[in-house]
């Protein structure tokens, strides 16, 4: 996604643990105040028109930048939409790191584990459109996607931690289990819930960490 410029990991206690997303460049004050405008622009048409309202020049016109600052910094509509879903994912960030567990820190491995498909389930349906523009929308662009790193240290760890055998070869497949592409057979096409998934997928996660 846009604005995630890295990844390092740490703990409380010194142990390699649980990744952290890195700080982005300092940007200028007019930069600064041109990408909130555009993302809030991005953000305004979405919810009026889906992601059929990301068209480049739209956002530009409504954020009141020239279309030159949109394409420079969001490239195409991927890459905007992928910007869009890294402003909203940042809550989900913070209760992975910070907040109480399963989810946070201070729950075993294997809870965490499936804590985190609950989360990530509910995340990603929930602006679904988004997520498989940024996923599809340039080829191999979710291995691509500078986040996805963030989420397969994350399931890494845990899984390390649970004690599972060859833990990024394991988060690998679990994450891919959960494109966005395959969430959207399951949810539109199957009409499953986000609940059923989160359960089944979850018993999954748990077999995972075995």
Do not use: C
């Amino acid at each position: 996604m846009d604005d995630v410029s890295g990844l390092k990991s740490g703990s409380a206690t010194g142990r390699r643990d649980l990744p952290v997303l890195g700080a982005a460049p300092p940007e200028r004050a007019d930069a600064a105040r041109n990408r909130r405008r555009v993302l809030d622009a991005a953000a305004r048409l979405h919810a009026e028109h889906g992601v059929a309202g990301l068209n480049m020049d739209d956002v530009a016109a409504a954020a009141g930048v020239g279309k030159g600052t949109v394409y420079r910094r969001f490239v195409d509509k991927s890459g905007l939409a992928g910007a869009l879903l890294d402003d909203r994912g940042r809550q989900l960030h913070e209760r992975l790191l910070y907040g109480p567990p399963p989810l946070g820190p201070g729950a075993p491995g294997e809870e965490r584990l499936v804590a985190f498909v609950a989360a990530y389930i509910e995340h990603s349906v929930r602006s679904l459109d988004l997520v498989l523009l940024s996923e599809t929308g340039t080829p191999g662009g979710r291995l691509a996607k500078p986040v996805y790193g963030f989420w397969r240290l994350h399931v890494e760890v845990l899984l390390r931690d649970a004690g599972a055998p060859d833990p990024r070869t394991r988060a690998e497949a679990l994450l891919a289990v959960l494109s966005a592409e395959q969430l959207q057979q399951w949810t539109q096409r199957d009409g499953r819930t986000v609940e059923e998934l989160s359960t089944t997928l979850g018993h999954l996660a748990r077999s995972m960490a075995t």
